[in-house]
C-alpha cells in the first residue's frame, strides 16, 4: 500500500514537473519576463510532496495492519 502511494506521488511530481516546465517555457515566449526556477527549490519541494504521500499512505496500511484477518472475514 506504501509503494503504491508512492509510485502514484512520483507518477504525480514527474507529470507536474513535465507540464510545468513546458508551460514556464510557453509563457516565456510571450512575457519576456519570466525565468525557470532553479533546480534546488523544485527537488526541495518535490521531496517535500514525496515524503507526504508516503506519510498519507503509511497512516491507513499501519492502520490495516493491526486488523485480525479471519476476525474481519468472520464479520463479512
Same mark, same amino acid.
Given at each position: 500500500m506504501i509503494a503504491d502511494g508512492a509510485v502514484m506521488a512520483v507518477g504525480g511530481i514527474v507529470a507536474g514537473g513535465v507540464l510545468g516546465y513546458v508551460m514556464a517555457r510557453t509563457a516565456g515566449s510571450y512575457i519576456l519576463?519570466?525565468?525557470?526556477?532553479?533546480?534546488?527549490? #523544485?527537488? &526541495? @519541494?518535490?521531496?517535500?510532496?514525496?515524503? $507526504? =504521500? #508516503?506519510? &498519507? @499512505?503509511?497512516?491507513?496500511?499501519?492502520? $490495516? =495492519?493491526?486488523?485480525?484477518?479471519?476476525?474481519?472475514?468472520?464479520?463479512?
Amino acid at each position: 500500500m506504501i509503494a503504491d502511494g508512492a509510485v502514484m506521488a512520483v507518477g504525480g511530481i514527474v507529470a507536474g514537473g513535465v507540464l510545468g516546465y513546458v508551460m514556464a517555457r510557453t509563457a516565456g515566449s510571450y512575457i519576456l519576463d519570466i525565468r525557470m526556477p532553479d533546480l534546488v527549490p #523544485v527537488v &526541495a @519541494s518535490a521531496g517535500v510532496l514525496l515524503a $507526504a =504521500a #508516503v506519510i &498519507a @499512505s503509511f497512516l491507513p496500511a499501519a492502520r $490495516a =495492519a493491526r486488523i485480525d484477518v479471519m476476525q474481519a472475514l468472520r464479520s463479512e
